[in-house]
Nanobody, 122 residues
Framework: DVQLQTSGGGLARPGDSLTLSCDAS????????ISWFRQAPGKEREWVSCIDVGDGRTIYANSVKDRFTTSADNAKKTVYLQIRSLKPEDAAVYYC???????????????WGQGTQVTVSS
């Protein structure tokens, strides 16, 4: 049973904005950190961002830090990833995952969402 529900993906044009959601409301234990990863076709999954859901502190991959924003709504137990000025290279399946530490390494993450597809095309 997947406890993280990702949504918000879809088809967008270059330059558009898109906001992805990661719903952690099914979790029965405390969630400390949530990261976003993405995997483009034929490429390895890469870390995108991480948020400390307690204090809102965030870190980003250098490749996205100017266009991506991660935020949390603790009342809804939902984390968001806003992507601005979409580029074709942003096309990927985006995953969220939980960890007990702020990390960019996949092996630190124990629970994963099912992923949401972002397609960028004019």
């Amino acid at each position: 049973d997947v406890q993280l529900q990702t949504s918000g993906g879809g088809l967008a044009r270059p330059g558009d904005s898109l906001t992805l959601s990661c719903d952690a409301s099914k979790f029965t234990v405390t969630v400390y950190y949530i990261s976003w990863f993405r995997q483009a076709p034929g490429k390895e999954r890469e870390w995108v961002s991480c948020i400390d859901v307690g204090d809102g502190r965030t870190i980003y991959a250098n490749s996205v830090k100017d266009r991506f924003t991660t935020s949390a709504d603790n009342a809804k137990k939902t984390v968001y990833l806003q992507i601005r000025s979409l580029k074709p290279e942003d096309a990927a399946v985006y995953y969220c995952a939980t960890s007990n530490m702020m990390s960019m390494f996949e092996h630190e993450y124990r629970e994963w969402g099912q992923g949401t597809q972002v397609t960028v095309s004019s």
